[in-house]
């Protein structure tokens, strides 16, 4: 972005939390929905879905990067799930944290770990997802 936008998006925020009398702490809530509903109106027309990182990166949503995680978890303990036993977990965390998003186009990062860890406890993966937990932790 140039600068020169940055900076004016930088002041105009000021001057309206100054002249709403809005403190810092304020602000930071504020900063933090309104960061999620300013993308969001930027991809009301899209048919793709994001992650939006913990460090506030925006990328595509990828099921086969979130199968790899599984996997990687799963072999981590030496308890490696079958194809199916993940592409059954993967179809779980796209059904609740995609399609269940109220068409929402952005899932955080936070959501997608905690459908994960959900999905894999009622089938009965409770390693796996301490595994998992701690993998993404790294």
Request: a neutral charge; glycine letters at 2%; one cysteine or more.
């Amino acid at each position: 972005m140039e600068n020169s936008v940055y900076e004016q998006l930088v002041n105009f925020i000021v001057e309206i939390c100054k002249s709403k009398n809005i403190k810092a702490p304020e602000a930071a809530e504020l900063f933090e929905r309104l960061r999620i509903d300013v993308l969001e109106k930027l991809l009301e027309n899209s048919n793709v879905f994001y992650v939006l990182k913990n460090d506030g990166r925006l990328e595509v949503f990828d099921e086969e990067k979130l199968f790899i995680s599984i996997a990687n978890a799963s072999d981590e303990i030496n308890q490696p799930l079958t194809k199916s036993d993940i592409n059954n977990v993967v179809a779980m965390i796209v059904n609740s944290a995609v399609n269940g998003n109220n068409r929402s186009r952005i899932i955080t990062s936070k959501k997608i770990r905690k459908a994960v860890l959900e999905s894999l406890n009622n089938m009965g993966f409770q390693n796996v997802g301490r595994s998992f937990s701690n993998y993404i932790k790294v």
